[in-house]
């Protein structure tokens, strides 16, 4: 997102209550809204308006907000808030699977959605300094390169599809490694990536993440589990 324009926002909700309020509200924190209230026209609006963020209903008729979700992360790279109006963890639990940045449970304060959509747009920002754009700052382990400036993920060269929730865990986890973490410490450094204490959130993050950097992700090297403490990260896929 460029910072010299308005974050764009597409609100897909099949509530028409939700969508007005949600789209007159966002618009005098100053951004430009779009409004979608099924897949097909969220389908129509996406190519033209390129959103920065979409606020995702998760009950819908038809193709619903999860299904809706996993077909955009696999086509874009935009991340999603999911909206549920039953709020239980098994939903969180489902969302963040299918790659959902974050996740707020309806009844909502719209200042608390602003809050999140804020946090993620500055997750998902990174503006460049003027030595980064000749020589990013980078982060190896393995056969892996953690770009931090582009928010890439590479392994030999080849890039890896990561999320904004599954870079900001591994940031972390690079910034802190040979050492056990518990999942409240890495909630703290989240900074408001779940203001719930909502511990299974770091395990499906964690689970994710496995699939994609470990050779076995039943026996993972680089994050192992630590019983009763949490994870540690040992980017030489041994404890220094």
Do not use: C
């Amino acid at each position: 997102m460029e910072s010299s324009r308005q974050p764009r926002i597409l609100v897909v909700d099949d509530d028409a209550g939700i969508r007005d309020l949600l789209r007159d509200y966002l618009v005098k924190q100053g951004m430009e809204v779009e409004t979608a209230r099924d897949g097909r026209e969220m389908d129509e609006r996406l190519p033209g308006f390129e959103p920065d963020l979409l606020v995702m209903d998760l009950m819908m008729p038809g193709e619903d907000g999860l299904a809706l979700t996993r077909r955009v992360k696999a086509e874009r790279d935009v991340p999603v808030i999911m909206l549920s109006a039953r709020g239980e963890d098994i939903d969180r639990i489902v969302g963040l699977e299918v790659g959902a940045d974050d996740y707020l449970a309806k009844p909502f304060n719209p200042r608390e959605l602003l809050a999140r959509i804020r946090a993620v747009l500055r997750r998902n920002s990174t503006p460049a300094k003027a030595d980064e754009a000749d020589d990013p700052e980078q982060y190896r382990f393995g056969p892996f390169s953690l770009d931090l400036a582009a928010q890439r993920l590479l392994r030999e060269g080849e890039e890896i599809t990561i999320t904004h929730a599954e870079f900001a865990l591994l940031k972390i986890f690079s910034e802190h490694p040979n050492r056990a973490l518990s999942r409240d410490q890495i909630m703290d450094w989240l900074k408001g990536f779940e203001r719930d204490p909502f511990d299974r959130s770091i395990d499906v993050r964690v689970t994710r993440l496995r699939r994609k950097i470990e050779d076995d992700p039943a026996n993972p090297v680089y994050i192992r589990t630590v019983w009763g403490q949490g994870y540690l990260f040992a980017p030489k896929g041994k404890v220094a």
